[in-house]
């Protein structure tokens, strides 16, 4: 894992940020504060986006998943430079969604926990994500037993108690980074961790980030980013 505090840069201007994108030469993750968005984000769902939103029934989850998916939107079209309502998505082979994008192939990946998201945003190259918050009050070698590598489990049943917690949700949002790079679920065949390139960071005391894509030759500048509001 990466040590040291990571520096958000805060972007209002994405214009000259997306270049850099474009020339391949940068991985792009994307903080989102969820309890952030404005009054008619709702106006910018798509039909299945608002009908899934009227769904939902618990007042802070629903503000979650409209939060996400306007600034999925909005940091998207940003990029491509086309109005929010104009993005198209579709799902690849394995159901991962992806952007209906004509002459540039622009890959993300979304993931949240509690009240942040992470995005993942490169070109060419496919690419997973996750961010945890790490919780004690789980069985975490049960759990581990269930769906990590022989190796992963033997070093978390080694550690004491109470370090095992730190550990298990770092194989973890390696393990989700792994699959969601590859469109698949966690209860499908494992992505082996030398299939693709997976890095983590620790972004405070409880909360573990995970990036992993799939060009294994690639060595972006991976770089930190947070929307202006």
């Known amino acids: 894992m990466s040590t040291g505090k990571i520096v958000f840069e805060e972007i209002r201007q994405i214009d000259k940020i997306s270049a850099l994108l474009l ?47 306007y600034w999925l939107r909005q940091i998207l079209s940003d990029y491509l430079n086309c109005p929010l309502h104009e993005l198209q998505f579709t799902s690849g082979e394995k159901g991962k969604p992806a952007l ?22 490169a070109i060419d190259t496919q690419v997973g994500i996750d961010i945890e918050s790490i919780r004690e009050k789980i069985n975490t070698v049960k ?54 390139v997976t890095k983590s960071w620790e972004l405070d005391e409880n909360l573990l980030l995970s990036v992993a894509w799939s060009d294994r030759e690639w060595q972006p500048l991976v770089r930190f980013l947070e929307p202006g509001v």
């Open 23 to 69: 020339d391949q030469k940068e991985l792009h993750v994307w903080k989102l504060n969820l309890t952030n968005f404005p009054d008619n984000a709702s106006g910018y769902l798509d039909t299945k986006e608002l009908q899934r939103y009227q769904r939902i029934i618990p007042e802070q989850q629903k503000n979650r998943f409209l939060a996400s998916r």
């Open 100 to 121: 209906i994008t004509p002459g540039i192939k622009l890959e993300f990946n979304l993931t949240h926990t509690g009240d942040y998201a992470a995005l993942a945003i």
């Open 143 to 196: 759990i581990a037993r269930q769906l990590f590598s022989v190796n992963e489990i033997e070093q978390l049943e080694a550690l004491p108690t109470q370090q095992q917690s730190n550990y298990f949700f770092e194989c973890w949002t390696r393990m989700e980074a792994r699959q969601k790079c590859m469109g698949l679920g966690i209860f499908n065949e494992k992505v082996a961790d030398e299939q693709v």
